[in-house]
Structures are given as structure tokens and as C-alpha cells.
């Protein structure tokens, strides 16, 4: 079975501090699917990435980054330079990519504070 | 209009209602999704519909009743409710649901309130 683990539940930073949220992930698949989203207060989740299991490259988006180490089975997402938009709640999320699969497994979040 | 809308934003309804939850999604894509979002819980994937046609149910009380008239358009019927199905409920959709490859794009949620 699939699973997500987001072991930060809050995280607070002072802005243009460096954060890193973590994400920690259980399959018994070989192709599966890793994504990102951001909850901000207005409620809907915003995508921010998606990473493939045969991709590890590391990813670079502006101030955003991400890590995949298929060996510790993480995909951690490290805000750089952070600033107060930055605030709300990230989630980690992971499919398997079966044919039959229509489901996806979201961690529990970490929200994220970016203090002035 | 554009993204996916979700009407009403906030409901509040006793245990013995009937009442809807409405999602449009102007995107063009051809799945469509809803999950609960529970103080405290992992957000949960209620339904799947791909092409109009159901493909996901998460083991979802019958209390929860999903209608897809067409790719554009996601509805869940409630009735007898109980408090613990308060909760945020997100709609959600994508180019395609196959092996949930392609990313979505969320509404903002309808928060519902159940006395």
C-alpha cells in the first residue's frame, strides 16, 4: 500500500530564511508518481511539481527546489529565501502508476509560517 | 469564468437535509474528483470520474452521492449527514485520470458545517 509521510507538522521561519519541508514516501511499485501541491488560506491546493520514479534529477523552479532520493525513498521541497506569501500548507503526494490506479495519497501537510 | 468552481463556499445543514455541492471546471479536462479535507486527517480521495464515467469510490458512504452529467460539471448529494462528515470538500480535475499521472487543478472547497 502507498504511503505519505509529512513528519513536520508546522514549520516557522523568519522571512528570507531557508526552509526545507520533508517527505517520505512507502511503495512496492517500481513507476510511480511523486507531486507537491501548496494550500494557501483561500483554500484550493495549487500544483507545484511532479517528479516521475525513473527521473531523479533534482529540480530547480526560482526559489523553489526539490530533491528526490529514491535510496531514503524522499522527495524533499526546500523554499529558498522565503517570504510571507510563502505561508500555508504543502502537501506531499504520491500515485502509482498502475493502468487500474485512480488513487492518490496525500501526506498530512506541514504548514508553513513566514514570519516579517 | 475560469479554474474550477465550487458553489456554495460555506453550507451548513442538519443531519436530516438533502443538499448539493456544486463543481464546474473550465479547463477543457475530462476527469473530475472529490476529496474531504478533515481537521487533522490526510486529505482523502472520495471520487473518481474519468470520461463522465466512475471509476474511483473510496469506500464511500452511501450518505455521499456523486453525479457527473458531463465532463464540466461534478455534483455530490448529501443526505442524513453526520457531524463528522463536517469538513472541507475539495473539487478537483485533470486532463485525464489515468494512473493519476496528470496534475490538478482545486477549487476552493465548500466548508460544511453538519448539526
Known amino acids: 500500500a502507498q504511503k505519505v509521510t509529512q513528519a513536520q507538522t508546522e514549520i516557522s521561519v523568519v522571512e528570507k530564511e531557508d526552509v526545507t519541508l520533508d517527505c517520505v514516501y512507502e511503495?512496492?511499485?517500481?513507476?510511480?508518481?511523486l507531486f507537491w501541491y501548496k494550500q494557501p488560506p483561500s483554500g484550493e491546493l495549487v500544483f507545484l511539481i511532479r517528479r516521475n520514479s525513473f527521473d531523479e534529477q533534482n529540480e530547480i523552479s526560482g526559489r523553489y527546489s526539490w530533491n528526490f532520493q529514491k535510496s531514503t525513498s524522499s522527495f524533499n521541497f526546500t523554499i529558498t529565501a522565503s517570504q510571507v506569501v510563502d505561508s500555508a500548507v504543502y502537501f506531499c503526494?504520491?500515485?502509482?502508476?498502475?493502468?487500474?490506479?485512480?488513487?492518490?495519497?496525500f501526506g498530512a501537510g506541514t504548514r508553513l509560517t513566514v514570519k516579517p | 469564468e475560469t479554474g474550477v468552481t465550487q458553489t456554495p463556499r460555506h453550507l451548513v445543514m442538519g443531519m436530516t437535509n438533502k443538499k448539493s455541492l456544486k463543481c464546474e471546471q473550465h479547463l477543457g479536462h475530462n476527469a473530475m474528483y472529490w476529496y474531504k479535507q478533515s481537521a487533522k486527517k490526510p486529505l482523502e480521495l472520495m471520487f473518481v470520474y474519468n470520461f463522465k464515467e466512475q471509476t474511483e469510490n473510496n469506500s464511500v458512504p452511501s450518505r455521499f452521492s456523486p453525479e457527473c452529467p458531463n465532463s464540466s460539471h461534478l455534483f455530490l448529494h448529501l443526505h442524513t449527514l453526520q457531524p463528522e462528515d463536517s469538513a472541507l470538500y475539495l473539487c478537483?480535475?485533470?486532463?485525464?485520470?489515468?494512473?493519476?499521472?496528470?496534475?490538478?487543478?482545486f477549487g476552493p472547497g465548500t466548508r460544511l458545517t453538519v448539526t
Open positions: 503526494a504520491l500515485s502509482e502508476a498502475q493502468e487500474n490506479n485512480n488513487d492518490m495519497r
Open positions: 511503495t512496492r511499485d517500481t513507476t510511480y508518481y
Open positions: 478537483a480535475s485533470s486532463q485525464e485520470a489515468a494512473a493519476m499521472y496528470y496534475e490538478q487543478y
